[in-house]
Nanobody, 116 residues
């Protein structure tokens, strides 16, 4: 059974940092690109970052470029999202995702709140 379990969210002041983790199980993690999304109430989920499976190439939403870094540790079956210089508009529930033809798996999400 596929499981994606996010952790690391919390309350942080503007300008602060958080590192999110997503522990994966139930599939061969190294074979799949992984994504981080975020969602605020009343809005659609927004793709934040993606990391590929083989080369670990990355891509980011314009809104987080230069501030967020996605990475993966295939030995630990974990994908990370390092978030620096956080802004109030980064407040959202953050989800990790595995998507491939025939698969679309989500974690339960972790809340990130950026507020003074």
């Amino acid at each position: 059974q596929v499981q994606l379990v996010e952790s690391g969210g919390g309350l942080v002041q503007p300008g602060g940092s958080l590192r999110l983790s997503c522990a994966a199980s139930g599939f061969t993690f190294s074979n799949y690109a992984m994504r981080w999304y975020r969602q605020t109430p009343g809005k659609e989920r927004e793709l934040v970052a993606i990391i590929t499976s083989t080369t670990s190439s990355t891509n980011y939403a314009d809104s987080v470029k230069g501030r967020f870094t996605i990475s993966r540790d295939n030995a630990k079956n974990t994908v990370y999202l390092q978030m620096n210089s956080l802004k109030p508009e980064d407040t959202a529930v953050y989800y990790c995702n595995r998507r491939s033809p025939g698969y679309d798996d989500w974690g339960q999400g972790t809340q990130v709140t950026v507020s003074s």
